[in-house]
């Protein structure tokens, strides 16, 4: 008998730990292929869904939208209300912070334990229309989620390949987010460097990709759970 409890008790202890694998509140910032998501992480195209089914996190909130910019532009102003879908002057990562500062504010959001943003394909692919330096977007952002959430681990994830920008370009603008991470003292996840995903050439063809730049629920799952194993590495270290 003694046994027999010592199994069931087992037993009620994986369950606890398969319904709640990741003991974290996560947010989730970022672009397109993030917000293809869903703001609540479960629409089969974008990584974050697949991310939250195998991490299984207390919570999962995404605040991601389709054009976002880490950079910002002289008109850039304060606005949690803009969504646009495509490129514009407020429709950036700054706003986003602006968005879950108000949601955790007016209890709305839960003080997030850990922070992931995917950003900055926009960035290259209309780099004429964002001349501010990448690091200073990336600088400003990460310094007031650190002053605000003080205890929250955050992490930097570059962008995934895509076709839309030269290869050797993509590698730059990743070493610069990468940059940013250790000046700061926060943790990255390289995606150019991830050996599971595709080149961007073969993106389409293989089927990752509907259009070389976002991702179809073949591509989604595997960039999630490539980002999934990275996260669980990080916060093990």
Same mark, same amino acid.
Request: one cysteine or more.
């Given at each position: 008998?003694?046994?027999?409890?010592?199994?069931?008790?087992?037993?009620?202890?994986?369950? &606890?730990? $398969?319904?709640?694998?990741?003991?974290? %509140?996560?947010?989730?910032?970022? @672009?397109?292929?993030?917000?293809?998501?869903?703001?609540?992480?479960?629409?089969?195209?974008?990584?974050?869904?697949?991310?939250?089914?195998?991490?299984? *996190?207390?919570?999962?909130?995404?605040?991601? #939208?389709?054009?976002? /910019?880490?950079?910002?532009?002289?008109?850039?102003?304060?606005?949690?209300?803009?969504?646009?879908?495509?490129?514009?002057?407020?429709?950036?990562?700054?706003?986003?912070?602006? #968005?879950?500062?108000?949601?955790?504010? %007016?209890?709305?959001?839960?003080?997030?334990?850990?922070?992931?943003?995917?950003? &900055?394909?926009?960035?290259?692919?209309?780099?004429?229309? #964002?001349?501010?330096?990448?690091?200073?977007?990336?600088?400003?952002?990460?310094?007031?989620?650190?002053?605000?959430?003080?205890?929250?681990?955050?992490?930097?994830? /570059?962008? *995934? *390949?895509?076709?839309?920008? *030269?290869?050797?370009?993509?590698?730059?603008?990743?070493?610069?987010?990468?940059?940013?991470?250790? /000046?700061? %003292?926060?943790?990255?996840? #390289?995606? @150019?460097?991830?050996?599971?995903?595709?080149?961007?050439?073969?993106?389409?063809?293989?089927?990752?990709?509907?259009?070389?730049? %976002?991702? /179809?629920?073949? &591509?989604?799952?595997?960039?999630?759970?490539?980002?999934?194993?990275?996260?669980?590495?990080? $916060?093990?270290?």
């Amino acid at each position: 008998m003694k046994k027999i409890g010592l199994l069931i008790l087992s037993c009620f202890l994986m369950c &606890g730990t $398969l319904s709640a694998q990741l003991q974290k %509140h996560v947010v989730i910032l970022g @672009d397109s292929n993030t917000w293809l998501g869903g703001d609540a992480c479960n629409q089969p195209e974008g990584w974050n869904k697949w991310f939250n089914d195998l991490a299984k *996190p207390l919570s999962c909130r995404s605040y991601a #939208r389709s054009g976002a /910019t880490w950079t910002n532009t002289g008109n850039t102003v304060y606005d949690i209300e803009q969504n646009t879908g495509v490129l514009a002057d407020n429709n950036v990562i700054f706003n986003q912070v602006n #968005r879950l500062l108000y949601a955790t504010s %007016h209890g709305q959001q839960v003080i997030p334990d850990l922070i992931l943003i995917m950003a &900055g394909t926009n960035d290259l692919w209309f780099a004429e229309k #964002r001349p501010e330096p990448l690091a200073t977007g990336i600088r400003q952002n990460c310094q007031i989620l650190r002053d605000s959430f003080p205890k929250a681990c955050v992490i930097l994830i /570059t962008p *995934p *390949p895509f076709t839309k920008v *030269p290869v050797a370009r993509q590698q730059q603008a990743a070493a610069e987010i990468e940059l940013c991470a250790q /000046t700061m %003292h926060l943790s990255v996840i #390289r995606l @150019d460097q991830a050996k599971p995903l595709l080149p961007a050439k073969k993106l389409i063809k293989r089927g990752y990709s509907k259009d070389g730049v %976002h991702t /179809t629920e073949k &591509g989604a799952k595997v960039l999630g759970r490539y980002i999934y194993e990275q996260v669980q590495k990080l $916060l093990q270290q």
